[in-house]
């Protein structure tokens, strides 16, 4: 059994940087990809970007693309988000998951059912 557990989200103001963590157990961390989404009420979970198992390789959507960096640890089992120029629009719950297909397709990263495991998140609040 595969175990998420994101931290970090909290309420910052626009413009502020702030980083999100999400330690998994569990599992074979390194053998896998491991993307972020972020959903907000009354919106669908979108894609916000993932990390290819060995942090070589990264894809991130285009409303994020140059402000947020995914990376990751896998001596510590953890990946991270950081999130630069902070808006109102990126308040949502934010959550990582495991990405369950091997190869890293530019168009089945950003997919929901391409990933397995999800965490329960962690909700990011910005105010302008």
């Known amino acids: 059994q595969v175990t998420l557990v994101e931290s970090g989200g909290r309420l910052v103001r626009a413009g502020d940087s702030l980083t999100l963590s999400c330690v998994a157990s569990?599992?074979?961390?390194?053998?896998?990809?491991m993307g972020w989404f972020r959903q907000a009420p009354g919106k669908e979970r979108e894609f916000v970007g993932l990390?290819?198992?060995?942090?070589?390789?990264?894809y991130y959507s285009d409303v994020v693309k140059g402000r947020f960096m995914v990376s990751r640890d896998n001596a510590k089992n953890t990946v991270y988000l950081r999130m630069n120029k902070l808006e109102p629009e990126d308040t949502a719950t934010y959550y990582c998951?495991?990405?369950?297909?091997?190869?890293?397709?530019?168009?089945?990263?950003?997919?929901?059912?391409?990933?397995?495991?999800w965490g329960r998140g962690t909700q990011v609040t910005v105010s302008t």
């Open positions: 998951a495991r990405y369950n297909v091997v190869i890293d397709h530019t168009v089945r990263v950003r997919e929901v059912a391409s990933y397995d495991y």
């Open positions: 569990g599992g074979a961390f390194s053998n896998y990809g």
């Open positions: 990390i290819w198992r060995s942090g070589g390789v990264a």
